[in-house]
T-cell receptor, first 114, second 112 residues
Framework: EAGVAQSPRYKIIEKRQSVAFWCNPI?????LYWYQQILGQGPKLLIQ????????DSQLPKDRFSAERLKGVDSTLKIQPAKLEDSAVYLC????????????FGPGTRLLVL | AQSVTQLDSQVPVFEEAPVELRCNYS??????LFWYVQYPNQGLQLLLK??????LVESINGFEAEFNKSQTSFHLRKPSVHISDTAEYFC??????????FGQGTELSVKP
């Protein structure tokens, strides 16, 4: 069974530029998560989808971050415009259901904002 | 509000020695508990989880963790570590909606 796929693996941009990350979850997984992991910290949930609907985006900085999961499969996370403090690893995870199920993580996208 | 505290940011240990990575949580609702491991340049992988039932849970590679409700702890232990166990370990609680709250991580460094 293929795991969670993410691209790109690395991205370097200058502040105020825009960037987009892509995630393809494990086949059949209805729930998809985007986490932000800043160096030296644990991952923090940005947004959770159930199929193509948003369940929780309470910690998503909506003035600059956006995410979508069209057709309930793959997802895109966008930052526009980027700030220095957005430098982090962006992790995508998926699970069959949101409750009691293991979340499977992709390898992450490492973003550096200069 | 829910939170997770990992009491040690770094734990150096010699090969074949025992190790304990400590995790305490705070929650006003029932939670599920997880330990994830992150090897260098890799994504997070589930190590073990507590959902219900026996408070002692084990992983396939010799780690175990015990859920202690009265002390709100979920410490991770291994009686004898290997070089290959060198990684960062994250404790997490799952809220009813599925959201994971992670601790800050503990870097386990196993030396020969």
């Amino acid at each position: 069974e293929a795991g969670v796929a993410q691209s790109p693996r690395y991205k370097i941009i200058e502040k105020r530029q825009s960037v987009a990350f892509w995630c393809n979850p494990i086949s059949g997984h209805a729930t998809l998560y985007w986490y932000q992991q800043i160096l030296g910290q644990g991952p923090k949930l940005l947004i959770q989808f159930q199929n193509n609907g948003v369940v929780d985006d309470s910690q998503l900085p909506k003035d600059r971050f956006s995410a979508e999961r069209l057709k309930g499969v793959d997802s895109t996370l966008k930052i526009q415009p980027a700030k220095l403090e957005d430098s982090a690893v962006y992790l995508c995870a998926s699970s069959k259901n949101p409750v009691r199920e293991t979340q499977y993580f992709g390898p992450g996208t490492r973003l550096l904002v200069l | 509000a829910q939170s997770v505290t990992q009491l040690d940011s770094q734990v150096p240990v010699f090969e074949e020695a025992p190790v304990e990575l400590r995790c305490n949580y705070s929650s006003s609702v029932s939670v599920y508990l997880f330990w994830y491991v992150q090897y260098p340049n890799q994504g997070l992988q589930l190590l073990l989880k507590y959902l219900s039932g026996s408070t002692l849970v084990e992983s396939i590679n010799g780690f175990e963790a015990e859920f202690n409700k009265s002390q709100t702890s979920f410490h991770l232990r291994k009686p004898s570590v290997h070089i290959s166990d060198t990684a960062e370990y994250f404790c997490a609680v799952s809220l009813p909606g599925g959201k994971l709250i992670f601790g800050q991580g503990t870097e386990l460094s196993v030396k020969p």
